[in-house]
């Protein structure tokens, strides 16, 4: 049976995966083995209705993929809502053939679209819209209130007083913002961003997979990493400098709230949440990611990192002049990549962070200063220290401001639940929210690094329902690492289709596959904090112990501290 509820279907809020303009996307979700039947019997129908319609110019977009298909296509700025409609009414129409029932009634549906879509059908929205692309502007519009530009040169009035005549448009600008994405190091670099920002004395607003935050204060709490975060930190009359945290979710479900930007970063590609959203590989994942490239505006540029390998086949297809950075490229290596006069590098030299722009090559910071790099042993946290100084100078930074915030953050009081290293009665307990493949293997490799040869490593593992391909290789990392014992964590959230302590399961009986001893899977805890409660019974002199927390990091950290 095909089933309405297993169809999503959603408003594009801007650049996706598919075009850079808004509209509708419908995913449905099914292992049935007439899909690709129903999927052509659906493209076959759909392109019949808008032929109807008089939509006969409407490009159509799809996505065939192991747990289902995606259909996709451009709408006016005021027609998204019947664009998805239509995507409605012919899924009914389609399944009602496959599942042998009675077909609605051809038109009637047509009727009641040609009247969804002159209820919609507003024309001075549309030229606003319109306007507002045409000067790189963005534009946000709610129930109530419709927004262009954004921060302190946003032009914010009624949505029922709209007056195409009466738009200030030449007093509307965009604050200077930057977009960051990618498998890891996300809400790091934008925090590092923001502060950065926020030290020079600049009021800046982020939103990021904990909060919304303006000017140093929390204003939403919760994953605000999509559309809802971004509109409330670009909506808001305070801000300077906006640094939007941008998850894959967001992107491939809604697209870009945010289309205008003045550069973005895609951090690294690996794989995560596969078999969701059209997503089957880590192509089809970096494809996504690299969305944000396309809404940097003109006169901003591309920050790419040319220490992750996938990367590399985005470089030749990014539309604005580039901004590289690397760990391991010698200088002259990373220079041969600088095609465009405006195009920079930002490197790793002699023990130091330098920027080579303009012909001109600049010190930054000495990497032993920079409390994230942690005496530099935190290669991850290089990284994020790299993307944000070229996000920090798309932001209009100076040298002399980004070496001044650098040498102020301290990681343990800016960075909450990220890497936060505390020596705890002779023992180190590292708490981060490491969640991936990536992240766990990094925080595994940094404690193997600072190990004694006495040490012994702890580690508290769990993951979320749609990382259960990650087990294997999860299992793989402790292995190699050489971990000693393990703490496995149910969890009762982020289940996302399995059930409690599937993964927890799955994760002990590899582990014991591989040769780990069973004696040495320590518990399986429901809570971060019993696991936390284990580890300060356990501490031993020069030991590691490894919190990986997604749900309560800041109530470990919190104890934690209260402990020492």
């Not at 996504?288 to 992750?308: C, E, I, M, S, W």
Request: hydrophobic share 40%; with cysteine; aromatic share 10%.
């Amino acid at each position: 049976m095909f089933q309405r509820d297993t169809l999503a279907v959603r408003v594009l809020a801007g650049t996706n995966m598919f075009f850079s303009g808004v509209g509708g996307i419908a995913e449905y979700f099914t292992r049935d083995p007439r899909k690709l039947e129903f999927a052509q019997a659906y493209e076959a129908e759909l392109r019949k209705v808008l032929d109807a319609l008089g939509w006969d110019d409407v490009v159509l977009y799809k996505r065939i993929y192991s747990r289902g298909f995606i259909f996709a296509m451009p709408t006016e700025f005021d027609l998204t809502f019947a664009g998805c409609k239509i995507f409605s009414i012919v899924f009914d129409r389609v399944a009602a053939q496959f599942n042998q029932e009675p077909e609605p009634d051809y038109a009637e549906d047509i009727d009641y679209l040609d009247y969804v879509i002159s209820r919609e059908r507003y024309i001075a929205l549309r030229e606003i819209y319109d306007e507002a692309k045409s000067r790189s502007l963005n534009l946000y519009v709610d129930a109530e209130t419709l927004c262009i530009g954004s921060g302190k040169g946003a032009y914010i009035t009624s949505i029922d007083d709209l007056d195409f005549d009466k738009v200030p448009w030449d007093n509307i600008y965009e604050i200077p913002s930057v977009m960051v994405t990618g498998t890891n190091g996300k809400t790091t670099t934008v925090r590092l961003t923001s502060f950065i920002s926020k030290h020079a004395g600049k009021v800046v607003g982020y939103c990021s997979t904990d909060w919304v935050m303006i000017d140093g204060e929390v204003v939403s709490e919760g994953d605000l990493s999509g559309p809802n975060g971004n509109r409330t930190v670009m909506q808001n009359p305070k801000v300077d400098v906006a640094v939007l945290e941008v998850a894959r979710g967001g992107i491939v479900k809604r697209g870009l709230a945010t289309s205008n930007v003045g550069g973005a970063v895609v951090m690294n590609v690996s794989e995560d949440h596969l078999g969701v959203n059209g997503i089957d590989s880590v192509a089809d994942l970096a494809l996504a990611k690299f969305t944000v490239q396309q809404a940097v505006r003109p006169g901003g540029h591309n920050v790419v990192n040319l220490d992750d390998e996938l990367s590399h086949s985005f470089i030749d297809d990014l539309p604005r002049s580039k901004a590289f950075f690397s760990q391991h490229l010698a200088e002259s290596e990373l220079l041969n990549h600088l095609k465009d006069p405006e195009d920079y590098a930002c490197f790793v030299q002699d023990g130091a962070f330098y920027v080579y722009r303009h012909g001109e090559k600049q010190h930054i910071a000495a990497i032993d200063d920079v409390d994230l790099t942690y005496k530099g042993l935190a290669k991850h946290n290089i990284e994020n220290v790299l993307a944000a100084i070229c996000l920090s100078l798309e932001l209009g930074r100076s040298y002399a401001e980004i070496t001044a915030g650098l040498l102020a953050f301290k990681n343990d009081e800016n960075n909450q639940g990220r890497f936060n290293l505390f020596d705890v009665k002779g023992s180190k307990i590292l708490v981060d929210y490491g969640h991936n493949l990536a992240s766990v293997d990094n925080m595994l490799k940094f404690a193997r690094s600072i190990a004694k040869p006495s040490s012994k490593i702890t580690v508290l593992l769990g993951f979320s329902g749609d990382r259960k391909f990650m087990i294997e290789s999860i299992s793989s990392s402790v292995m190699k690492h050489q971990i000693d014992y393990v703490i496995l964590k149910m969890f009762t959230s982020h289940l996302r289709g399995a059930v409690v302590g599937e993964l927890a399961g799955l994760l002990r009986e590899n582990l014991l596959k591989k040769g780990f001893p069973a004696e040495n899977i320590l518990a399986t805890v429901e809570q971060e904090t019993e696991a936390l409660d284990l580890v300060l019974s356990r501490l031993g002199e020069d030991n590691i112990y490894i919190m990986l927390c997604q749900d309560d990091a800041a109530k470990v950290i919190e104890t934690i501290k209260n402990y020492k």
